[in-house]
Nanobody
Framework: QVQVAESGGGLVQAGGSLRLSCHASGRTFSSYHMGWFRQAPGRERQFVAAIYGSDGSTTYADSVKGRFTISRDNAQNTVYLQMNSLKPEDTAVYSC?????????WGQGTQVTVSS
């Protein structure tokens, strides 16, 4: 049974930092791509960042470049999102995804709230 779970969300003031973690279990995910999406009320789900299993390269949404960093630990089947210089517009439910080919697995999401 594959399970994916995020942690690290919470309430932080603008300019602060949070580190999100997402751990997957049930199989080996070293070849999988890993990423983060976010969704605020009334808005479409937005891509945030990805790190690719093929070569470890990364991709970021323009809105978070220079502030967020994605990383992974394949031995722990874990992906991280370091979020610095947080802004109120970053407030959303953040979800992680592990995907490869036709398979994808999502976490339940963790709330990040940035106050002004």
């Amino acid at each position: 049974q594959v399970q994916v779970a995020e942690s690290g969300g919470g309430l932080v003031q603008a300019g602060g930092s949070l580190r999100l973690s997402c751990h997957a279990s049930g199989r080996t995910f070293s070849s999988y791509h890993m990423g983060w999406f976010r969704q605020a009320p009334g808005r479409e789900r937005q891509f945030v960042a990805a790190i690719y299993g093929s070569d470890g390269s990364t991709t970021y949404a323009d809105s978070v470049k220079g502030r967020f960093t994605i990383s992974r630990d394949n031995a722990q089947n874990t992906v991280y999102l370091q979020m610095n210089s947080l802004k109120p517009e970053d407030t959303a439910v953040y979800s992680c995804i592990f995907w490869y080919g036709g398979n994808d697995y999502w976490g339940q999401g963790t709330q990040v709230t940035v106050s002004s």
